[in-house]
């Protein structure tokens, strides 16, 4: 078993980087190690045969639709539902996944869906298996396929005709879905019942932003949606309840036997999802053995769910969620905690607080990776509330079933649920007040040092082989986010990144000393997914944001502020007076940040005078907190960026008085994403003039300024098209993208 997942491990690694020449190298090489032992008798070549259907899946493309690829962008769609519907990020979406299909129903390519129309609890969403027709907009296919995504379409649920299909997945489903509801209906508080059907059933509405950012504070995130811990504890609490019986008796059997159905069929209700079927096959390994009176190793008891990772779920293998498993277990097998036989097993205090920080201290370097934070308190919430989230999910299952059975009982149990709930919600949110809840990194370290220190670690846990050895380990791995070992001064040009987040504005300026600098942070579709752009565009050196402007108030600029204050420390903020006394303000002091407020007619420089920052005091009509966005001014030594956040008529009128003689500018980042009246952009783009026009947008049609710019013979790049614009500066101006060219400059 431990043979061939090594062997499937290394034909999807290398089918995944190198293709199909990677899969051939993997098969060549082990049928050569197995000639030079050999053994080449056909009862051996089991493990090999293994890595086969793993590097085929590691390097299958994706399918994609030749009618897609060459249609208009509204589209008339014609699919089938893969997979559950998740609750999005707004209160009447879903994120749907879809496989589109001929006259004949043969499958023609992958789709990532965005679904309008459906209630929190997701009844009005189609269930797997069902066939769906109707209109739909379709994503720019050419950027999906730079990005390595699937298309993504965005449909209206009203406007679809749904045809109802048939599966094990449709009914698992089906059913998951009536006891959301019943959840729903007979927990009193809905912020508690949307918790219970995230903790119970693995999904539900979309949860309170506060309540998820103290759980990513806590590192107990793992506890939000159904995981292979939450299985562990569902099995423990059936193997308790069902008493002290000696091996090999028909009656264990039986009971045993029931309780892998009630897992299976517990595992068949939230989805299949990989974290909790890799937990599924580790402890129907356990308990088989268990049973029959024979002990199965921890590595067989490993190497069987990582085995079915790599043929089954090729995309998610050594992923964040199967690496931190993976590494938690190694931290409980440290301390004996994952073997009933070891010598000081047990229930103590002593025994499950050691076995918690044996846990945190090996998926620490894991989370530096992926999260750039360690969460020091998860080694003392997990031992403390796992015991209440297994009474929640044992009774959270007894309260929907019963739902349908004796009503007025699940009231009861509901008025116990909405209590034990909010004592959870409150022990979380009193462990994310601790000081230390989260550490984050000090420094991004550079790729070939984090290869060195890993190399390095797992060298001293080969030549130990102890305890001792893997804490020493651990530590020496997650020393490069401590100790800064770049040079923050650095000799390199400046550069400015627009970074691509959809509908919305995130720009990142990284100067040669080492400042960096986060101009907006924001997208409609997700504000997390600005947040973690930001986050993996930092070069190496000190992890932090010295300057964060914000320009103005609305969500797609600044949605994704709290969820980069919760990864990266920020030093300072300036931020227009209009935002004062909105959460954003709470955010930001809460976080520490240095909040400077500008008024309208007001101006700030920063950085040495590389960054200007413009409040204008627009006359006349002035559109909302549109008009009173603020302007960033960039100089990367010579070449001037102008970033007008969603300026509109009055806001550029006002602009274009307040330049004064510093008006020029070699690129302009066009206000409002490009949508406003073209006749005052012409007026600002004469005094401005521009050499070209940044644009960062989703993938709606081209917008009215880009259509002027163009007019107007200015070069046009936008982020729908050409993915993250980096502007370097220096002797070189250049502008780097899907479309690398050089910054065409005016005569001045």
């Known amino acids: 078993m431990l043979e061939a997942a090594i062997w499937t491990v290394v034909g999807v690694l290398l089918g995944r980087h190198l293709g199909p020449l990677g899969a051939a190298l993997a098969c060549c090489a082990a049928l050569a190690l ?5 053994e080449t008798a056909p009862e051996r070549l089991g493990p090999i045969l293994c890595l086969i259907p793993a590097s085929l899946g590691a390097i299958a493309p994706r399918p994609t639709s030749a009618d897609l690829q060459a249609g208009a962008r509204p589209v008339q769609l014609t699919a089938r539902v893969v997979g559950r519907a998740r609750a999005g990020f707004e209160n009447d979406t879903a994120r749907i996944e879809l496989e589109l299909v001929d006259a004949a129903g043969h499958p023609r390519g992958g789709l990532r869906g965005t679904l309008r129309g459906v209630d929190a609890a997701l009844v009005a969403a189609p269930l797997p298996g069902d066939l769906i027709r109707g209109p739909a907009w379709l ?46 209906q007979h927990v009193p508080d809905r912020r508690n019942a949307a918790l219970l059907c995230h903790l119970v059933l693995g999904q539900g509405p979309r949860l309170d932003p506060q309540l998820v950012q103290a759980h990513r504070e806590t590192g107990l995130a793992h506890l939000l949606a159904v995981s292979g811990a939450h299985l562990s504890l569902l099995a423990a609490m059936l193997v308790r309840l069902s008493g002290p019986q000696l091996p090999g008796t028909r009656r264990v059997r039986r009971r045993r036997l029931a309780l892998r159905v009630l897992l299976i069929g517990y595992a068949a209700l939230t989805g299949f999802d990989p974290p909790v079927l890799r937990a599924l096959i580790a402890w129907l390994i356990l308990d088989l053995a268990s049973v029959r009176g024979r002990r199965a190793g921890i590595v067989a008891a490993l190497a069987a769910p990582a085995l079915l990772t790599a043929l089954c779920f090729p995309d ?12 938690a277990v190694l931290g409980l097998w440290a301390t004996g905690g994952v073997d009933p036989e070891a010598p000081d097993a047990g229930w103590s205090l002593r025994r499950v607080f050691g076995a918690s920080a044996w846990a945190t201290l090996t998926t620490a370097p894991l989370t530096l990776l992926w999260f750039g934070q360690i969460a020091p308190w998860t080694l003392l919430g997990t031992p403390l509330l796992g015991p209440l989230v297994a009474a929640m999910l044992g009774l959270g299952l007894v309260t929907a079933l019963l739902a349908f059975l004796l009503p007025d009982l699940a009231a009861l149990l509901g008025v116990a649920l909405d209590a034990m709930a909010s004592t959870y919600c409150t022990a979380v949110s009193m462990l994310a007040e601790l000081p230390g809840a989260p550490v984050h990194a000090l420094a991004v370290p550079a790729p070939a040092t984090l290869w060195a220190t890993a190399l390095l670690g797992a060298l001293v846990v080969a030549l130990g082989r102890t305890r001792r050895h893997l804490a020493w380990a651990c530590a020496l791995t997650c020393l490069p986010y401590f100790v800064p070992l770049h040079d923050a001064a650095h000799t390199s040009p400046p550069t400015l990144t627009l970074l691509d987040v959809g509908h919305g504005q995130a720009a990142l300026l990284v100067a040669p000393d080492g400042a960096r600098v986060v101009v907006d942070c924001g997208s409609a579709r997700d504000g997390e997914l600005a947040a973690r752009a930001v986050e993996r565009a930092l070069p190496p050196g000190p992890r932090r944001i010295d300057l964060l402007v914000l320009s103005h108030g609305d969500a797609d ?15 300072a903020a ?9 959460r954003l ?25 590389r960054i200007r920052i413009d409040a204008p005091a627009p006359a006349g009509d ?34 274009r008085e307040l330049a004064g003689d510093a008006a020029c500018c070699d690129l302009l980042v066009l206000p409002h994403h490009g949508r406003g ?10 005094r401005l003039d521009p050499g070209g026009v940044l644009c960062s947008r989703g993938e709606e049609p081209r917008p009215a300024l880009e259509t002027a710019s163009l007019a107007a013979g200015l070069a046009v790049w936008s982020t729908a098209e050409s993915g993250d614009l980096r502007v370097v500066g220096g002797p070189a101006p250049r502008i780097e993208g899907t479309r690398p060219a050089p910054i065409p400059r005016r005569p001045r």
């Open 622 to 655: 002035v559109r909302g907190r549109n008009d009173l966005s603020l302007w960033t001014r960039v100089d990367l030594d010579g070449t001037t960026v102008l970033l007008a956040g969603d300026a509109e008529a009055a806001g550029m009128d006002a602009m």
């Open 139 to 184: 994503d720019d296919p050419a950027r999906a396929a730079r990005l390595d995504r699937p298309p993504h379409v965005t449909l209206d649920r009203r406007a679809l005709v749904v045809t109802s299909g048939g599966g094990v997945d449709r009914h698992a489903e089906a059913v998951r879905r009536r006891l959301a509801q019943a959840l729903l």
């Open 677 to 686: 009246p073209p006749e005052p952009f012409r007026r600002l783009v004469a």
């Open 316 to 327: 998610s293998f050594l992923g964040p969620s199967f690496c931190l498993s993976y590494a």
């Open 585 to 609: 303000e709470r955010l930001l002091r809460d976080a520490g940040v240095t909040v400077d407020w500008l008024a309208p007619g007001t101006r700030r420089s920063h950085c040495a005078g």
């Open 557 to 571: 600029h600044h949605n994704g502020i709290e969820g980069l204050l919760g990864r990266v420390p920020v030093t």
């Open 574 to 582: 300036v931020v227009p007076e209009h935002v004062r006394g909105t």
């Open 34 to 38: 197995r000639r030079v032992f050999q």
